[in-house]
């Protein structure tokens, strides 16, 4: 439950400012983030729960949006197809 108010509370959520809320290093909670292997089915369950009661949509539109990355470091960034560029590429 604190790790779910640590990251829904509204805070800023870059990797920096919640490891200094958790009282860690981030680079130590990066390699966690984007090393673990964890369920993450509920995790995203939770947070469709929370925009449909927040927002009330009437409908959906789900679009893929790729950021373009310069280097490896950051999590998620791979070599795969990025909308964005119109080819594959770091994002």
């Not at 009282?23 to 995790?43: A, K, N």
Request: glycine share 10%; aromatic share 6%.
């Amino acid at each position: 439950m604190y790790l779910r108010g640590l990251l829904l509370d509204g805070r800023r959520k870059s990797m920096q400012p919640m490891a200094a809320r958790l009282g860690i290093d981030h680079q130590r909670l990066q390699q966690f983030i984007t090393s673990s292997t964890w369920p993450h089915e509920r995790v995203r369950a939770d947070l469709a729960r929370r925009a449909v009661r927040m927002l009330a949509p009437e409908v959906w539109v789900i679009d893929d949006t790729g950021l373009v990355k310069d280097g490896d470091c950051s999590p998620g960034v791979a070599r795969q197809y990025c909308g964005t560029l119109g080819k594959t590429g770091n994002c």
